[in-house]
């Protein structure tokens, strides 16, 4: 089985497997992905990201997790979190984000934490840069390596890092630490299929972000220091489908910031 996979549990590692939230949509994708962990040998699953409040799609994760230990949020944005209170009342299992308003039960989670959930180590890296609080977890387990990556690297395309939250001099650094990664790490992402390399991949957003950066500065001495975002979306963005053109303002709008100094 390959992605997408809709309403079934598909295992993508030998700890991992991830269950498609049928909520397709410019910035989902696909859909929103619900990663259940669980080392083969434990009863329990920690479920990463429920998705919204569907609760079709949370029964569904019910049903394939079993016990759940822990339920771990990426980050704030409705298309992770909706439905989190829902499953966690469910499973009477705490939720744990880096936002401590969003944690139940337990408190929040801060980089370089070591999780022990479902018989497996959860590194938590603060990732900020798409939004202020986005997490990754990695895990490496009998010699196998992977990184939930969230929003903050995507199966296919690229994220929006839309201000005042989402910050590009952050997510140029997040990049440049998910760079640092193990070679051969494998990236379980929030929306899209997952990767083999997430080194690889790193270094692709970046190699992306700074030809972007290139293309406003240019774009900036053709039309003038006091462009807005919409005129350099117009013609930095001139090859992308214009439904993407608002969250294209968003991340012009980020990488203005950056460049300005602010
Ligand atoms: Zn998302």
Redesign the pocket.
Known sequence: MTHPAYGVARQVTPFASVLLEDNPGP??LDG?NTWLLRAPDSTHTAVVDPGELDIPHLERVLAAAGPIEAVLIT?H?E??VGGAKWLADKANAPVRAFDQALCHGEGPLRDGDTLTLAGLDLEVLHTPGHSSDSVCFAIDHNGQSAVLT??TILGRGTTVIAPPDGQLGAYLDALRTLAGRAPNTAVLP??GPELPDLVGVAREYLAHREQRLDQIRAALAHIGPDATPRQIVEIVYADVDKSLWGPAEWSVQAQLAYLRGR
Request: charged letters at 20%; proline letters at 0%.
């Open positions: 910035l989902t929103t980050h944005h298309d992770h969230g929003d929030g929306h």
